[in-house]
């Protein structure tokens, strides 16, 4: 079986490490916001530890899975439990707390990535 990344064109793979490199630190701010909220005061430096796990496997799935629904929710799944895993590897906290600190993870991604891309439409949708 061929597979073929999105393109094959320099530029084209530039963009994908450059969605990646966004993801990824827009995931590790993320990280950092819900291992605060529930650990109280964390070192910046352990949630860029954090944000590539998730980051990686998501651009892996939307690259391959691209109209596959089970796969899709398969990559979210196992985003989720990887996450967990560089959760508790980095802060070292219970199995218990870092499903906490990655469920906290999740919402603030979702509350926080709904907002910008509201933002960004509201601005890229302005008259004049």
């Known amino acids: 079986?061929?597979?073929t990344l999105q393109s094959?064109?320099?530029?084209r793979a530039l963009a994908?490490?450059?969605?990646?490199?966004?993801f990824a630190i827009f995931l590790s701010v993320?990280?950092?916001i819900a291992a605060r909220n529930v650990l109280?005061?964390?070192p910046v430096r352990s949630a860029f530890l954090v944000g590539p796990v998730p980051a990686a496997i998501s651009v892996l799935v939307a690259t391959f899975a691209v109209d596959n629904t089970p796969v899709l929710f398969a990559g979210l799944a196992v985003a989720l439990a990887l996450d967990g895993v560089a959760v508790r590897y980095v802060y070292g906290e219970s199995?218990?707390?870092?499903?906490y600190i990655t469920l906290i993870h999740f919402v603030v991604s979702?509350?926080?990535g709904t907002?910008?891309?509201?933002v960004l439409a509201l601005a890229t949708s302005a008259p004049g």
């Open 1 to 3: 079986m061929l597979v």
């Open 8 to 11: 094959a064109a320099t530029e």
């Open 16 to 22: 994908i490490a450059g969605t990646f490199a966004s």
């Open 30 to 32: 993320t990280a950092h």
């Open 40 to 42: 109280g005061d964390v």
């Open 95 to 99: 199995t218990g707390l870092s499903a």
């Open 110 to 112: 979702v509350i926080l």
């Open 115 to 118: 907002v910008v891309f509201g």
